[in-house]
């Protein structure tokens, strides 16, 4: 399945992995070197026992997600046991915030990745019909 939008890895007895062209979210561009997968989800084939076929596409938990919640503990923790100062503010509003910004992006181009992943599918199997 070729697109301009995304591109895919097939892996035996895996899910398949969708790939972002490009990931504004993680301000990558396919074709440039990168350690970070960029926007990707994954899908899956289900067969039903009434022979009918379903494709699951679904995405996990980001690793960056662990990072924010490390340092918003760690913030925490210097707060309760330290007599160094954090800010209030980077307790109570701005590790969270973080959190909720980075997710709400991130999420928004999974599930933009997962739309175009679905329309090609189904634009495939229309003309195959």
């Known amino acids: 399945m070729k697109s301009k939008t995304f591109s895919h890895e097939m892996r035996d007895n895996k899910p398949h992995r969708y790939y972002a062209k490009i990931s504004f979210g993680t301000m990558i561009s396919r074709g440039f070197v990168t350690k970070s997968s960029g926007i990707n989800v994954f899908g899956e084939i289900e067969e039903k026992q009434d022979g009918s076929i379903t494709y699951h596409i679904y995405s996990k938990l980001r690793p960056e ?15 309760i046991f330290s007599d160094e100062h954090v800010p209030l503010w980077v307790t109570l509003v701005l590790c969270p915030g973080l ?4 997710g709400m992006i991130y999420r928004f181009q999974e599930r933009a990745l997962a739309k175009q992943i679905e329309a090609k599918i189904r634009n495939a199997i229309r003309l195959k019909s």
């Not at 760690?74 to 707060?79: K, T």
């Not at 959190?99 to 980075?102: E, P, R, S, T, V």
């Open 65 to 79: 997600f662990y990072l924010f919640t490390l340092i918003w503990l760690i913030a925490i923790g210097v707060q």
């Open 99 to 102: 959190y909720l910004w980075f």
